[in-house]
């Protein structure tokens, strides 16, 4: 079935892909543990730490799938717009429930891709501390499993070349996590004929997503502490 009019392809997502390994292994010098740990084949969505510009660009060229990542319609400006979406990303209006965004994200999912968040919502600390909605709901709607992502070392220095990056041939550890559901551990759940669990799975109220959030986070914080100890990074 063709993609509809607009939306991401794994084709551009692929080439994003090609793009992200020349330029992050050219620039920088990524040390990627745990990438086995994403499926190989089937929908996955990648929850990933944001504290640098550089942080979704390295993990497209560290990923060993191509992702499409939800990125702020800001970025979408000029050149950067056509190029962004040529490569499968997916733009998103923070401001609103978009539409658009959230039914091309479901996409990629229903035909087995890799969707990329920044679960957070914006920059900053990248420690997880604030959650928002949006990783339950997809997670949830779909039954795509999660897999928490650390990106660690690209704002522990600053270029000296370009003070906006890392700098060059810099290491910037990339670890990834066991793969889990966002419905793992759900009060309400429980396993029915076959080993299906039935129960509150797929639930989408208000109240099951805040607790699937706060599931989520659990495993994330807990992630990202395991990742800065076995690389001996402390932010």
């Known amino acids: 079935m063709s993609p509809a009019a607009g939306a991401p392809t794994l084709r551009g997502a692929a080439v994003g892909r090609s793009i992200g390994i020349g330029l992050m292994y050219g620039l920088f010098r990524p040390r990627v543990l745990g990438a086995w740990r994403v499926p190989a084949s089937g929908p996955v969505i990648l929850a990933v730490n944001h504290s640098h510009n550089v942080d979704g660009p390295m993990l497209m060229g560290t990923a060993p799938r191509p992702v499409h990542f939800l990125i702020k319609k800001e970025a979408f400006v000029g050149p950067l717009d056509p190029f962004l979406r040529g490569i499968g990303q997916l733009k998103v209006d923070r401001t609103t429930a978009d539409r658009t965004a959230i039914t091309h ?131």
Do not use: N, W
């Open 105 to 235: 994200a479901l996409g990629v999912l229903g035909d087995g891709g890799v969707l990329g968040i920044f679960p957070e919502g914006t920059r900053g600390e990248g420690d997880f501390a604030s959650l928002r909605a949006g990783l339950a709901y997809f997670a949830v709607r779909s039954g795509a499993p999660i897999v928490p992502v650390a990106v660690l070392g690209s704002t522990e220095r600053r270029g000296r070349l370009i003070s906006a990056l890392p700098p060059l041939r810099s290491r910037v550890d990339v670890v990834f996590g066991e793969a889990f559901d966002a419905q793992e551990g759900a009060r309400s759940s429980y396993t029915g004929g076959g080993g299906r669990r039935v129960g509150s799975s797929g639930r989408r109220t208000r109240k099951a997503l805040d607790e699937a959030t706060v599931r989520i986070q659990g495993r994330l914080t807990g992630h990202l502490e395991q990742a800065r100890r076995l690389t001996g990074r402390t932010g």
